[in-house]
């Protein structure tokens, strides 16, 4: 039988990446998975499972670098309808995984709720969001986020709460395989101050980060009290090159993909980067952009 019989509405084989990623790179996925209800998702991931297929999870694409061979597992992205639902009750805000943070921040402003303005300009969906925490200089998604939902290799699902969840810079202790609902607590305020605030955050990005590029953001963590970006640059490696990939110059921590690039060159530039760095300064730099190989 094959693996996913009666499935074929939600599944795609050999699907190219590139059409799925910010960078715009990378190979196909064997399979490639949008479940439409969660006893679909559940009926996935359990064939996966039984069957050793290897689950990859994907948000909006822009925090990954997908391998040129593409990954020999099943793709699986929470886009669909039943996965991209916003629910307002009061100051308590329960969002599924699919939902992106853009739209998210957008909802909650017209509600008069405050604590998200912090993520203006960052892309993704709630999902990748929460699984890498991610946040800026201004503050970051775990820090308003009361429980979450989330769904093991076997497809069992719990709920985690405030207490037993940990959010550190660009970590936490959710290693579950999928996050799927979270419920976050915001503060009333006035939609017209949250709009402003939302208005600065995106400004100082916009004029400090290649937004309109192809790109995968921050692509090493900041090692502690340093800053990746001002390493790399004080190693002068922005506009370095290998391939259509370069060292940004805008912001010496993004690589920017143009033209033809392939995979391995960003790759290549990573561990150029990497090497300067190190033998510069001594600092190891730690990946933040996931590879998928
Ligand atoms: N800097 C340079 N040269 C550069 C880039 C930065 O000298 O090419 C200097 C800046 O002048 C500043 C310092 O480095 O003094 C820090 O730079 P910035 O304020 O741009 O912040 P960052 O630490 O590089 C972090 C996050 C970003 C987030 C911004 C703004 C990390 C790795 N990066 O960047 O997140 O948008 O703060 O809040 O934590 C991401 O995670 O993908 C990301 C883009």
Redesign the pocket.
């Known amino acids: 039988m094959k693996l996913f019989a009666g499935l074929n509405d939600i599944v795609k084989y050999k699907e190219p990446l590139s059409e799925h990623t910010w960078f715009k790179l990378g190979g196909p996925a064997k399979y490639f998975i949008e479940p439409r209800s969660m006893e679909e998702l559940v009926d996935v991931v359990k064939r996966c499972h039984e069957n050793s297929v290897r689950v990859y999870v994907l948000g909006k694409g822009s ?1 990954i670098l997908v391998a040129d061979e593409g990954v020999d597992g099943a793709v699986i992205r929470l886009s669909q309808k039943a996965f991209c639902k916003i629910t307002i009750d009061d100051n308590k805000v329960t969002v599924a995984a699919g939902v992106a943070l853009s739209q998210l921040m957008r909802e909650c402003a017209r509600a008069g709720l405050s604590g998200l303005e912090c993520m203006a300009g ?1 892309p993704g969906c709630l999902g990748g969001a929460l699984r890498i925490n ?1 946040g ?3 503050g970051d998604i775990g820090s308003v986020t009361q429980s979450v939902k989330m769904m093991d290799t076997s497809g069992f699902e719990l709920e985690r709460h405030r207490s037993d969840l940990y959010f550190g810079y ?1 970590e936490t202790n959710i290693s579950e395989l999928f996050i799927t609902e979270a419920t976050l607590e915001l503060v009333p305020e006035d939609p017209e101050r949250i709009g402003r605030s939302i208005k600065e955050v995106w400004v100082i ?1 916009k004029n ?2 290649p937004m309109y590029s192809r790109n995968a ?2 692509i ?3 090692p502690r009290a340093l ?4 390493l ?2 004080k190693a002068g490696l ?1 506009g370095t090159k290998v391939g259509g990939a370069m060292v940004s110059d805008r ?3 993004f690589i920017v993909a143009k033209g033809q690039t392939k995979a391995a060159d960003v790759l290549k530039l990573i561990d150029q980067v990497r090497q300067a760095v190190q033998e510069r300064f001594d600092v190891t730099l730690e990946l ?1 952009v996931e590879v998928w190989k």
Request: hydrophobic share 30%; proline share 0%; net charge positive.
């Open positions: 925090n960052i991610a800026g200089r201004f660009r990005k400090s980060q953001g921050c090493f963590k900041n800053s990746a970006g001002a790399i640059d922005k912001h010496a921590n933040e």
